[in-house]
């Protein structure tokens, strides 16, 4: 187990692209982090350089206290789990997660011994004498993490493990690797497009986007402080709701923001000194759709009304999703499903303005 | 009748036909019988140019010379008597086994080499390369013989300006030989390397993602990865050039018509002197069918474990 640092690393691939642009990133021992960004963020380009699978243009990538920039994968300690699970096909379960092991001369009783144990731990022993082919997508999945832990390396990287499967067996593996990193604690770098997934799995998630780190931090504090827009409308689920806006002087001599002719809404109190610089500006209200919801006579501080002609209603079971346009922006609405909602009519909804974010319309920043 | 529901016994009913003919209809609009009658004109070809000759041979070797009276496998057993054709068995063995190994190792490693070159400088190389393979036989065959001939030869020439004597190419039984190997190792290497190179692409590059990351250096990530995934390939396109050697008429006949003292003569060869040059025709065709089970017993075992390791790691 050991601790991961990636400092000021670029990768550049012929013509000039620039894939991954100076990211800086300590990743502790025992720590669980994920890589999470849209296609084409350098997430997985950044996994590949940790591998030792890609070369590194600039900077420098520590393991356990080792400079390995120029380190070949097979001794660099680390464990890595595909997506497409790179089981070698002509090889049963117990070789292929025994694989790693000859090559590295292990005796058979203590090849035998790790492969059960962490056969066993992944509940794949009916499967050792398999081969790929007559397993399934979740059992191949499980062998590809028995390969990688068999070996027991200071580091494991997986690379968007679960795309392959299925939705249900998604939440399913998800579940499984969380527990599985519980029991065997080694530090991992796992990367995902699916925001769900890194939510659920990390100790902290790293947001990417066109090749640089837009943030770093617990789940808890991206979903709650994003400091900026990019970050705030691809965390969570459904997307958080943008409003171009300029903030202005408001009742009582507090401040407002004025979205549309007809739609002003107060700013909480608390919030007056952080917004008040920005008077005049233009900027974009963000509000998550949960943070918008039906109507209560019993408000509270911070909650205003708002009346919104209805688009689209999409009954989820637990919950609605009730879609709007505020001049021109799409907006959604998550409503308690005993709620009257009928497209074209005019909804009364409360908006909790005390979890609003207020950004910089130029540069998407938070403030 | 007077309700016209009667039927005329022996008279087949107008509801039975009709259902006689729609089950017509239904069995040529049957996706097998569309198949078979779109493949029929191939079928015909092939029993009209491959099983009836073949059969016929089978039979034309089964007759005297003068084709008037069946001896049964007296020519087999006749052929195996004589020293002549015990050589052409050996020279046979030893032409075709030796080609094929030279052809698969040197089509390997070519192979590599070409998967490692980049993309527009490969395809200038695969083109290259894959000349031998394309110009006729019989025609590069025939400038091999030049640059052997004993007296005018590049060969030879290029031996002289180091000093050392002319060596007679094709006049020395086992340096005859070697030519002979040489020419289809030169001419069938392309294939085997066109093929391994398809199938070198055709492993996917995790694999050897997973296994350097696993421990394994260049030597084990070929015994671990790319021979297992190749092994099928390697199978059918050694035991197509098997065929296809033991079967060369071209080289031999071009280069040495078998000499010197017969030690060149492969079955072809063999038979073609046998069958058309002395008229025994009967024993021409016992020659050329000699290997026939030998082969289609190696074809059989090769693509049954062809099909049982697709069947295995196939995803």
Redesign the interface.
């Known amino acids: 187990m050991a601790e991961v640092s990636v400092r000021k690393v670029v990768k550049e691939y012929d013509g000039g692209v620039q894939a991954v642009k100076g990211i800086d990133l300590d990743i502790a021992d025992h720590e669980f982090v994920v890589l999470v960004g849209p296609s084409g963020c350098g997430k997985s380009t950044t996994l590949r350089m940790i591998a030792g699978l890609e070369e590194i243009t600039g900077g420098e990538i520590w393991i356990d206290g080792d400079v390995v920039n120029d380190v070949p994968p097979r001794d660099r300690d680390i464990a890595m789990v595909f997506q497409n699970y790179a089981l070698y096909p002509h090889m049963s379960v117990f070789d292929n997660m025994a694989f790693g092991l000859k090559l590295r001369k292990f005796p058979k009783d203590e090849i035998k011994r790790r492969v059960d144990e962490a056969a066993r731990i992944l509940d794949i022993v009916p499967l050792l004498d398999r081969k790929p082919r007559a397993l399934s997508g979740g059992q191949r999945q499980r062998v590809a993490m028995g390969r990688a832990i068999v070996r027991n390396p200071k580091v494991f990287l997986f690379d968007e493990p679960l795309s392959n499967l299925d939705a249900k067996l998604r939440v399913q593996m998800r579940t499984e690797i969380k527990k599985v990193h519980q029991t065997v604690r080694t530090t991992t770098v796992y990367v995902t497009h699916d925001q769900i997934e890194a939510m659920t799995l990390a100790d902290r998630v790293v947001v990417m986007n066109h090749g640089v780190i837009e943030q770093v931090g617990t789940p808890n504090d991206l979903y709650h402080h994003p400091t900026t827009r990019f970050v705030a409308g691809f965390i969570g689920s459904p997307a958080m709701n943008f409003l171009p806006c300029r903030v202005q002087d408001g009742a009582n001599g507090g401040l407002a923001v004025r979205v549309t002719d007809t739609l002003t809404v107060p700013i909480p109190a608390a919030r007056a000194d952080r917004y008040g610089a920005f008077k005049g500006k233009e900027m974009v209200l963000g509000i998550r759709p949960e943070h918008l919801f039906e109507y209560h006579e019993q408000g509270k501080p911070g909650w205003t009304r708002v009346d919104l002609p209805v688009d689209v209603v999409e009954p989820m079971g637990m919950e609605t999703m009730v879609h709007f346009f505020v001049d021109g922006a799409p907006v959604c609405a998550r409503v308690d499903p005993a709620t009257h909602a009928a497209p074209g009519e005019l909804m009364p909804l409360t908006a909790d303005l005390n979890q609003m974010h207020l950004m910089e319309a130029d540069t998407g920043k938070v403030v | 009748m007077a309700d016209g529901t009667s039927i005329p016994i022996g008279v087949m009913a107008p509801g039975r036909s009709a259902a006689r003919r729609g089950s017509m209809r239904r069995f040529a609009q049957r996706r097998s019988t569309v198949g078979f009658l779109l493949c029929l004109p191939l079928i015909l070809l092939i029993a009209g140019f491959v099983i009836y000759p073949a059969f016929y041979a089978i039979y034309l070797s089964m007759l005297n010379k003068k084709m008037t009276t069946f001896v049964g496998l007296s020519n087999f057993t006749f052929l195996l008597k004589r020293h002549t054709f015990q050589l052409v068995i050996f020279q046979s063995c030893l032409f075709a086994i030796t080609s094929v190994i030279l052809k698969a190792l040197i089509g390997f490693i070519l192979a590599h080499l070409m998967h490692n070159i980049p993309g527009k400088t490969q395809r200038i190389w695969r083109g290259l390369l894959l000349v031998p393979w394309v110009i006729p036989l019989a025609m590069s065959t025939l400038t091999w013989w030049w640059m052997f001939d004993p007296s005018y030869s590049a060969f030879n020439w290029i031996l002289n300006q180091f000093g050392i004597a002319s060596v007679p190419w094709l006049g020395v039984g086992w340096i005859a030989r070697f030519c002979t190997i040489t020419v289809n190792v030169w001419f069938g290497t392309p294939f085997f390397m066109i093929m391994y190179l398809a199938a070198l692409k055709s492993v ?1 590059e ?2 050897y ?9 260049a030597l ?1 990530k070929l015994f ?2 790319t021979l ?2 190749m ?1 099928n390939i390697i199978a059918i396109t050694v035991l197509f050039s098997l065929i296809v050697t033991f079967a060369d008429f071209d080289i031999v006949r071009i280069l040495t018509s078998g000499g010197p003292q017969d030690m060149t003569h492969v079955f072809a060869t063999y038979a073609f002197q046998v069958g058309i040059q002395s008229g025994d025709i009967p024993l021409g065709a016992s020659v050329s069918l000699f290997m026939f089970p030998i082969l289609a017993f190696a074809a059989f075992f090769v693509l049954r474990g062809v099909t049982q ?1 697709t ?5």
């Open positions: 996917p995790q694999l993602e997973a296994a350097a990351i696993d421990g394994a250096g084990q671990f990865v297992p995934m092994r390791r069947k295995e790691i196939a995803t």
